[in-house]
Every structure is written in structure tokens, then in C-alpha cells.
């Protein structure tokens, strides 16, 4: 995203001279590395990161490290990374395919979290072949890797590079998983019996502003093979970084921010002393702008959107990795031929074999929707596959979303000014939906414990799914006005003089020091 100028008025009076850049040698370019973890969800940030880095300061050249899943489990981050390169025209912007993996049968025996963490692991000489071709070529002023690829440092550590981590999550999240470090770490404290916890005894935890209910702890972090397995060294590895950078912005998470900058997240006060936690830099929101896929497609719904009143449809869409089982695709489409609100319904197909797969798309609708379902709301609704996101939230007739609550749909959710009704799926979603109505105040909740990996969960039923999709799309509600009010602060953040523009500047300084050194 490109941050936005604010027109500065005309004055007679001697503006001061502007602090000079830290010297840096113009014939060698300072580099930035950005290594994206190759999800959608995370290379889409990444991206955006290396764009608002190479539009913000000429002194910077970014190079951009592409790793790929293969496209029998993935087949929509490969042409999207595709699209974002091809379109890059400039030499202080470039991006370097890593060699391809050759995944064994026991990446994909887990999750998707899994294959990726060992595809990441299987790169590391990949890098440390390119940092030694790169050697003498550049300046190199930091390596930025995502949150799930902090293997990458030890390989930065060796060529004396400092390490950055980019925090695609909230800091909510960041310090919960801190918190828990700390405990399993220096506590020796099992962290996985957070989740046997009696539902009615809510826990207090110094990244959330309100007792957290048991329920919402995210699988990643009370799963013991998960958290031992890649989130335990996860977290080891945002202590080592020179900084985080996180998409977030200080007005959405005030508690958060300032409670880390405190180090109360984690540590005793004597343990802080010793050991303090990396700054941070909270330059967010930054969002997925790149162009759809297919443009006919994206022609198609934009039309659709063209014909319906203000803020009369709900979106319902659950992400790149998001999908239902078919009997809770049924309660959805019940619970939409009973509110009579309009709907533009993203329903992508549950992965059929490998359990690493992503979704895909579904050949017919009307073989899985109840009999009659696309007749009866043909003219109200619609349903399709992918969507892009940021521009239907955008467009004035969306008045509502449902989602799964990952942390890029909240930002641009929030950006558009669209209230949420949470549905979370995985990942951290949990307790990021519990943040959005019990702290932020921009949803409302059809569940917030909802969790694919639990073989017990509970059917959501179409009365629930319909009362707050009603509820969600009331007109004059403090959910909306909420949502209305974020909107202008995620605005004003980006602006010249604002938050996030502010810290950018800093992370931006601190790059351009590493490179004088």
C-alpha cells in the first residue's frame, strides 16, 4: 500500500532543514530481503511491504525471495506471486525464485501449517547459496522474514545480516505467544493445559484487555505437537530479531502496543531488565491491492455489486485456506433463504485428499446448495468462487462481512469501514474474533470457538447463522458506528504525521543505520 501525502499549506516562514539520512553509499544501494512465507495470506503482506519500502525511499533497492507450494496443494498464491512480479518493471524492486521443493509423503501427513514449516526448512541452503552470490554486490541493511520462517535468521545471523520479523497476526496475538514462551520456557509450564481449563473460569492474559475464555486459545498454541513442533521456535525467534514489524496500527490496539512496549507481555520485571523484547514497529493497515486473477471475473461480481442499494449485501467469504463442510454449507444456505438479506457468498470446495491441500473451486453449485437454493435467491444473491476481497469490501453496496477473521480480511474490513460477524476457522482466528467484539466493538459473533480441527465441533445451525446476519446488517447499530470510527483512524494512520507513517519512518531509519555500519 502507498502511504498518502497530506497537501502542506504554503508559509512564508524558513522551514527548518530536515534531519539528514544516515550517510549511505549511493553507488551501492542499500538491500532489503523480504522472504515471505509462501501462503496466500502472508506472501500477499509481504508483497505490499516490499511496494510501500520501494515507494517510500529511493536510497532502498528490495529484493523479494519467492518460495512456492506446489499447485496440487495450492493453486492460487503461484499466479498471484506470478502477477505481482510481472508487473514489477523497476531495478531497485526485484523478485528471485527459490529452487523448487521436493516434497516427501510426510510434509503433507499433517496440516498445511506443516508442509509449509518443512518446506521452509528446506530452503535454507537456498539462502545461504544466494546470500554468498550476493555478497559483494549490495549494502545490505536488513533481512525482514515472515512470522513463520524465522529459520531463516540463524542463516542471516551468519553472514552478520540483522534479522527483522514481519507479524502478519495482531500484537494481541504476538504477545500471547510470547506470553507463552515465557511460561513454557523459563516457567516450565505445560502451556497445553490452558486448553482443559473450565470454560467458566476466564483467563487473564497482559496482551488482552479483557479474561480470555479457554475456548478461543488458538489450536497452534494449546495443541502440544504444534506448539513444541514449530510454534514454540517461532516465538524463541521473535526475541532475537533486531525489530518486529507488525500490520497493525497503534489506534486498533492501544492495550496491545503498549502493554509489549511495557514488557509486560511476558516476563517479570527483574527478567526484563536482563532480556528486553525487540522494538517493534506497528505500520499497518497494509492491504492485498494487487488485481484479481480474472478480470472477467471480478467484472462479473463488480456488476452484480453495481446493481444492489447501499449497504444492502453481506459478504460472506472465509479466506484463501477457508472452507466448510458440506452440512454446514447447508445451515448457511438455509439461514440466507430465510433473512431475505442479499448475499454474495464466496464458497470454495474442502480440500479432497492431501492433508496439506488448500481449497479449490467447486464445478457446479447446485450439487452441494439445497434443492432450489440458487433459484429462489437468484435474484438477491450470489454465489461464486474466489473474490477479491478489498475490492468488494470497497464497493458501497457491501454492508456487512462474514468471515473467518484472519487478520489481513479484519484490516481490510476495517479499512472499508464493514462490520464483521465472526466465524473463525484456524490459525489464531479465534481469539482474533474474540478481540473484534469484545475489545474493538466492530462485530458481532456467530461463534467465536468455532474450530476446524476439532473433531467435535458443534454444527453452527441456520437460526444462529440467521439472527446475527440480521443483527449485522441493522443500519444505525454501535457495531456500525464502531466500524465507521476505525475506518477514519486506520485512514489517519497512514497519513503524513500519523501512527503508522511515523513508525515506518523509524523502521525505515533504523534500515538505512544497518547499512552505514
Known sequence: MIYLQKKKKKSRKLKPKPKPAPAVNMEKLAE???????????????????????HQNHHLTITVLIMKLPDYIDAVSGPFVDSVAASSSSDRLRFVHLPAADPTPEWGSKTRGHFVYRLVQSQRS???????????????????????CTPFMDVADEFKIPSYVFFTSPAAFLGLMLHFQFLEDECQQDVSLFKNTDSSNLLSFPSYAYPVPPSVL?????????????????????????????????????????????????????????VPLPPIYPIGPI?????????????EITNWLDQQPTKSVVLICFGSQGSLPLDQVKQIALALDNCGCRFLWSLRQPPQSNNAQFPGEYTSYSEILPEGFLDRTEIKGK??????????????????????????????????GVPIATWPLHSEQQVNAFQLVKEVGVAVDITLDYCERNKD????????????????????????????????KSRASVIEGGSSYLSLGKLIDELLKNAAL
Open 383 to 416: 454465489v461464486v468462487g474466489w473474490v477479491p476481497q478489498l475490492k468488494v469490501l470497497s464497493h458501497e453496496a457491501i454492508g456487512g462481512f462474514v468471515s473467518h477473521c484472519g487478520w489481513n480480511s479484519i484490516l481490510e474490513s476495517i479499512w472499508c
Open 287 to 299: 492491504l492485498n491491492q494487487s488485481k484479481s486473477k480474472s478480470e472477467s471475473e471480478e467484472a
Open 32 to 54: 532489503v530481503i523480504l522472504i515471505p512465507s509462501p501462503a496466500m495470506g502472508h506472501v500477499a503482506q509481504m508483497l505490499e511491504l516490499a511496494k510501500l519500502f520501494f
Open 457 to 488: 465441533q458443534p454444527m453452527v445451525t441456520a437460526d444462529a447463522i440467521e439472527k446475527r446476519i440480521k443483527e449485522l446488517m441493522e443500519i444505525n447499530t454501535a457495531v456500525r458506528e464502531k466500524a465507521k470510527e476505525m475506518k477514519e
Open 218 to 274: 488458538p489450536m497452534v498454541l494449546v495443541d502440544r505437537d504444534t506448539w513444541l513442533g514449530r510454534f514454540l521456535d517461532f516465538a524463541r525467534g521473535y526475541r532475537k530479531a533486531k525489530g518486529i514489524i507488525i500490520n497493525t496500527f497503534a489506534e486498533l490496539e492501544i492495550h496491545q502496543l503498549d502493554a509489549y512496549k511495557k514488557n509486560n507481555c511476558n516476563m517479570s520485571r527483574s527478567k526484563q531488565d536482563q
Open 126 to 148: 537456498h539462502i545461504k547459496d544466494f546470500l554468498i552470490s550476493q555478497r559483494s554486490s549490495k549494502t545490505l541493511a536488513g533481512f525482514v522474514v515472515d512470522m513463520l
